[in-house]
């Protein structure tokens, strides 16, 4: 697989939530405020923390796409016992199609 190839400097960084504590502009390091985390049991995505070691990548999310057409859970039962494999037939079952999606 290729690498990844993108801009040389910050120009085309993504929007990022407001309400972010910037500790670093270049490379982007930033944290949301303990008030927003406490609000809610599940943290948004726009609030998690962000840190970068450089440019974000330009990412086509069609040619980047995975698909897994013969993944079976048969083999999981057979490795891990009987409690594994209820958690990820449950899984399969409430979440039949996933993309894997980069943030």
């Known amino acids: 697989m290729p690498g990844l190839s993108g801009p040389s400097d910050y120009s085309q960084e ?3 939530h407001p309400c972010l504590q910037i500790n670093a502009k270049e490379p982007f390091n930033a944290e949301p405020p303990r008030s927003a ?7 948004p995505v726009e609030l998690f923390f962000k840190r970068n070691h450089g440019p974000i990548p330009l990412v086509d999310d069609i040619e980047r796409l995975c698909t897994f057409p013969y993944f ?16 990820l037939l449950g899984l399969s079952i409430r979440f ?4 894997i999606v980069s943030i």
Do not use: I
């Open 96 to 99: 039949r199609k996933a993309d």
């Open 72 to 87: 079976s859970l048969a083999p999981c039962y057979h490795l891990f016992g009987y409690l594994c494999w209820g958690l």
């Open 14 to 16: 993504p929007s990022r």
């Open 37 to 43: 985390l406490v609000s809610s049991y599940v943290t």
